[in-house]
């Protein structure tokens, strides 16, 4: 049962997450994604994938941050906070390297999210973020992680070719 109430709430955090990307405001983007990200959290955590499960609890609490913090301060604590749990997890509950693909992902998007502000830009360091998060999915069996992931790239993907469209048929 649990299985399912996880896959539940990566269903969850697929949906908003693809109305998330498809933004044109980055503000609305990371609100969007913020609850996104709340719901993937909790789909981590109940499939005992604790690293991705921290990373994405943190990227939602910076993301309702970020809306109206960017600063300095906040990017240090953040990050901070990613290189504290990766320090955790690695020397003392001393879990598999894979993790350390889940943290690069979520200090990707953690430095994005807070210094990027032009959406084609954060989509373009995204793209990285999201394989390294991908890998993870698929690394932990995460049915619906790896469907939000493959979404997300699709969706980001999408966007980017039909912006670059848009620019060469205005010129």
Partial sequence: ???????????????????????????????????????????????????????????????????????NLTLFVFIAANVGFLTYEWFVLEHHWIILVAYASSLIFTIGSIVIRDTDKIRKVFLVAETLGLIYAISVGSIFGTVFNVSNLISILSKLFANKRSLNTQK
């Fill in 1 to 71: 049962m649990t299985i399912v109430i996880a896959e539940a709430f990566g269903a969850l955090a697929v949906i908003l997450n693809f109305i998330g990307y498809r933004q044109t405001n980055v503000d609305k983007y990371l609100l969007i994604s913020a609850f996104a990200l709340a719901a993937l959290s909790a789909h981590f955590f109940m499939l005992d994938a604790m690293a991705a499960g921290v990373g994405t609890l943190l990227a939602s609490l910076r993301n309702f941050i970020a809306i109206k913090n960017r600063s």
